[in-house]
């Protein structure tokens, strides 16, 4: 079993920034991609960003220039650095790896 603990979330005005922690409870955290995803309410969770365990990355087109997911695998996290917010980036983000997923972290932004 592994424990995926989110941080960083909070609320911000449209074109700040926050940065997200995830923090997995092993290290065998490091032999997985990880991955952002955000569910905002009424709607179904969303890809957002992912990171393969060779630090390879890829992005939603949706955020695509403006957030940057990595990983320090000597410290088992993934981050979500989020410049640039806007309104609807206003979601809960989870964390995900191999089979697990966080409790999530809110995030909001307003105008």
């Known amino acids: 079993q592994v424990q995926l603990v989110e941080s960083g979330g909070g609320s911000v005005q449209a074109g700040e920034s926050l940065r997200l922690s995830c923090a997995a409870s092993?290290?065998?955290?490091?032999?997985?991609?990880a991955a952002w995803y955000r569910q905002a309410p009424g709607t179904q969770r969303e890809y957002v960003a992912m990171i393969t365990r060779f630090g390879s990355t890829t992005y939603a087109d949706s955020v695509k220039g403006r957030f940057t997911i990595s990983r320090d695998n000597a410290k088992n996290t993934v981050y979500l650095q989020m410049n640039s917010l806007k309104v609807e980036d206003t979601a809960v983000y989870y964390c995900?790896?191999?089979?697990?997923w966080g409790q999530g972290t809110q995030v909001t932004v307003s105008s």
């Open positions: 092993t290290s065998a955290f490091s032999n997985y991609a």
């Open positions: 995900h790896t191999h089979l697990y």
